[in-house]
């Protein structure tokens, strides 16, 4: 029976797979590839998107809305240097980091969206469209 348990479970009791994971959360808690956290949320009139993009500026930032898909994407590149009394550089960082994500949101009010961004957070209020009845029966004459 342990055997079975074993042979079942492989992943769970081999050792190597457990730093693989470990290794695999430390690149993805470090590295510039972080995912952008967001929060969509559906109103009855709207939806509210909010995405948190800490580290970026505005003009990092790009939005738009085709074939009823919002997509938001975000690149940043920080450089850091410091110099002693002599101008000798004693460290120096370089730091990029690209997201993007898009979210399925049908029949929206494009001339009605708004967008804010503060505090390395992103806010979009994107209003519905009033439905439209494609189902009009035409009587005949």
């Given at each position: 029976?342990?055997?079975?348990?074993?042979?079942?479970?492989?992943?769970?009791?081999?050792?190597?797979?457990?730093?693989?994971?470990?290794?695999?959360?430390?690149?993805?808690?470090?590295?510039?590839?972080?995912?952008?956290?967001?929060?969509?949320?559906?109103?009855?009139?709207?939806?509210?998107?909010?995405?948190?993009l800490?580290?970026?500026?505005?003009?990092?930032?790009?939005?738009?809305?085709?074939?009823e898909?919002?997509?938001?994407?975000?690149?940043?590149?920080?450089?850091?240097?410091?110099?002693?009394?002599?101008?000798?550089?004693?460290?120096?960082?370089?730091?990029?980091?690209?997201?993007?994500?898009?979210?399925?949101?049908p029949?929206?009010?494009?001339?009605?969206?708004?967008?804010?961004?503060?505090?390395?957070?992103?806010?979009?209020?994107?209003?519905?469209?009033?439905?439209?009845?494609?189902?009009?029966?035409?009587?005949?004459?």
């Open positions: 029976m342990a055997n079975d348990l074993m042979n079942r479970n492989y992943d769970f009791f081999d050792p190597m797979n457990f730093f693989n994971e470990v290794g695999n959360l430390g690149h993805d808690m470090f590295s510039g590839d972080a995912a952008m956290k967001t929060d969509v949320v559906e109103h009855d009139k709207d939806y509210v998107v909010t995405a948190e800490p580290g970026f500026k505005k003009d990092d930032i790009h939005i738009d809305y085709r074939d898909t919002l997509r938001i994407s975000g690149k940043s590149d920080v450089s850091e240097s410091t110099k002693d009394d002599d101008g000798r550089i004693l460290r120096q960082e370089r730091h990029s980091q690209n997201v993007a994500r898009s979210f399925y949101l029949n929206i009010d494009l001339k009605q969206v708004k967008a804010e961004f503060k505090d390395g957070v992103l806010t979009l209020t994107l209003p519905k469209q009033a439905e439209v009845d494609n189902n009009h029966e035409i009587s005949i004459d």
